[in-house]
């Protein structure tokens, strides 16, 4: 899977922080026995953070947000008849980030809602995580890891995701 985003943060003077996030993914390998592993997808996500000192190093920042993303596959699970080929929802993130010199850990819990597909009508949203994990290697450049485990109503419907990130802030 190879993927791109762009976040943007803003700042205000009272410790919070407004976060717009947009990416884009997509399987680079083609799909073969794997058809119900969604090809693609976008999402793009709003976030509030809020700044909390810990002593000298530390900082921890409790969030909230909602995110809207959308994946593709190219034909539905042949195991369940009907299953979906493009799913739509919008999903509540909620979680904390704690920061300690140059590395930084971020866990929280997702909250798919209004979830709508092209063939299934009835999918029920559950209950998934994230996890993120990452070192300031250069000046403004940034590595890390990352875990992301989307759930709804059957197993045609969910999602592990993991990758490596590597960012640059301007």
């Known amino acids: 899977m190879i993927g791109g985003g762009i976040k943007t943060i803003f ?9 717009i996030t947009a990416e884009k993914w997509q399987i680079g390998e083609g799909l073969d026995e794997d058809v119900e592993i969604p090809k693609k997808g976008y999402n793009i996500s709003g976030e ?18 909602i995110t809207f993303e959308e994946w593709k596959r190219i034909r539905g699970n ?3 008849p009907g299953s979906w080929n493009s ?6 993130n909620i979680g904390g980030k704690i920061e300690y010199k140059k590395i930084y850990g971020r866990a929280g819990i997702m909250l798919p809602f209004k979830v709508e597909s092209n ?19 250069w000046k403004k450049l940034i590595a890390g890891l990352f875990y992301k485990q ?4 059957n197993s045609s419907s969910g999602m592990n995701i993991n990758g490596m ?6």
């Not at 700042?11 to 976060?19: C, M, P, V, Y």
């Not at 009508?121 to 070192?135: N, V």
């Not at 989307?150 to 109503?153: D, E, L, M, N, Q």
């Not at 990130?165 to 301007?170: K, L």
């Open 11 to 19: 700042i205000t003077k009272s410790n919070l922080r407004g976060i």
């Open 48 to 65: 509030i953070e809020y700044q909390i000192k810990q002593g000298q190093d530390i900082m921890l920042y409790p969030y909230t947000g």
């Open 78 to 80: 042949a195991t369940i």
């Open 87 to 92: 799913l739509k929802f919008f999903r509540w």
């Open 119 to 137: 063939k299934e009508s009835k999918l029920k949203s559950r209950l998934g995580f994230e996890a993120e994990a990452g070192i300031n290697v």
């Open 150 to 153: 989307f759930k709804f109503g």
């Open 165 to 170: 990130i590597i960012s640059y802030q301007f």
